[in-house]
């Protein structure tokens, strides 16, 4: 079943929050053990998904992996997303040869952890998540230092996001022979860039991932994407997820209602605010663009390990009692 099949088979809002870390509290696990013990990782996914049943599930967000590819190293925090220790010039970078990806520890453990989750979450679609290629090579070579690149040498980003991008493919299709139901593409970095510059320098390698793999991608943005929603979907995404910065009815009136809009409530907030707070906005969030079909409640980044669970709960309620004025379909 295709996603925008499922969410209006609801009946009702969707609610998906970016929800992983969360799960490492409740399960008393730090990151690390999460990310390398594919079991542990299953239990965590497993746990967020019985404690807040969330219309579907997703596993710990981690841009880093991919990067290891060029031999870059992951550094772990208690329950905090990993960070690179590193990065490389870009002379090197786009000059050194791609390794084998699956012969990169931690990308094999986190395909085993697909495998283990689909095969064990059942009540809900299982959606993996992948780094985009322009942000593959943020992390690759730091963020500084791709932005001038686009400028100073651009021939060279583009051989470097020519292997980032074989990257994503090559990881993307072995997720994809798990039974996960979807794929989500993480790829931040392009909210710093203009469209001219997205059009040139990542709208064409994250059309080639989706055009790719058998899987339908949800294209998540954080940060300021709202310049960039035409070209997002032209990429032939199923869904975009945005962040809170870009208003939901903005987004309703550009993007095609046959296209999923994941938003785009603020993960700071979840942590921060009170229930009542968090539901009432919640609401008012969902009303600003309530004649549009294609809305899934989400938060706009990923929910941090130490958010309150009544918070988490107080946002999918409010989001699957949301009574809109118009029918959906």
């Known amino acids: ?34 990310l390398l013990d594919p079991k542990v990782h299953a239990r ?16 710990l967000l981690d841009i880093t992996v991919e990067a290891e ?4 190293m992951a550094e772990f925090r208690n329950q905090d997303p990993p960070q690179l220790r590193s990065t490389l010039p870009l002379e090197t970078a786009e000059t050194l040869q791609v390794q ?29 998540f992948v780094t985009g290629p322009f942000t593959i090579a943020g992390q690759i070579v730091g963020v500084q230092q791709l932005l001038t690149g686009i400028f100073k040498a651009p021939e060279a980003i583009s051989r470097l996001l020519e292997k980032c ?3 994503t493919v090559d990881y993307a299709k072995r997720l994809a022979e798990t039974e996960i139901n979807f794929l989500v593409m993480a790829d931040p970095t392009s909210s710093l860039i203009s469209p001219d510059q997205f059009e040139n320098f990542a709208k064409a390698p994250i059309t080639r991932v989706v055009k790719s793999v058998s899987k339908e ?31 939901l009815v903005d987004a309703a009136r550009t993007v095609p209602r046959e296209i999923l809009i994941f938003g785009n409530y603020s993960p700071t907030s979840i942590l921060l605010e009170k229930p009542e707070k968090i539901s009432a906005a919640v609401t008012e969030m ?3 663009a309530e004649e549009a079909p294609n809305i899934v409640a989400s938060t706009g980044c990923d929910i941090p390990a130490n958010a309150p669970e009544e918070n988490i709960r107080a946002f999918i309620r409010a989001a699957k009692s949301y009574a809109p004025g118009q029918p959906r379909g």
Request: charged share 20%; proline share 4%; glycine share 8%.
């Open 69 to 72: 590819s060029f031999g870059l």
């Open 286 to 288: 969902l009303a600003s």
């Open 100 to 128: 084998d990806i699956f012969k990169a520890h931690r990308i094999t453990l986190l395909v085993e952890a697909a495998r283990i989750i689909s095969s064990q979450v059942s009540k809900v679609p299982v959606g993996f």
């Open 217 to 247: 991608i949800v294209l998540h943005i954080c940060g300021r994407s709202g310049h960039l929603l035409r070209a997002m979907f032209e990429t032939g995404v199923a869904g975009l997820s945005l962040d809170d910065n870009v208003r």
């Open 44 to 59: 965590v996914v497993e746990k967020n998904v019985r404690l807040f049943e969330p219309d579907a599930a997703l596993p």
């Open 165 to 167: 991008t074989r990257i």
């Open 1 to 34: 079943m295709k996603l925008r099949d499922y969410f209006d088979s609801l009946g009702r809002t969707g609610a998906v929050p970016i929800l992983g870390y969360p799960g490492l509290v409740s399960e008393n696990v730090t990151t690390q053990q999460s």
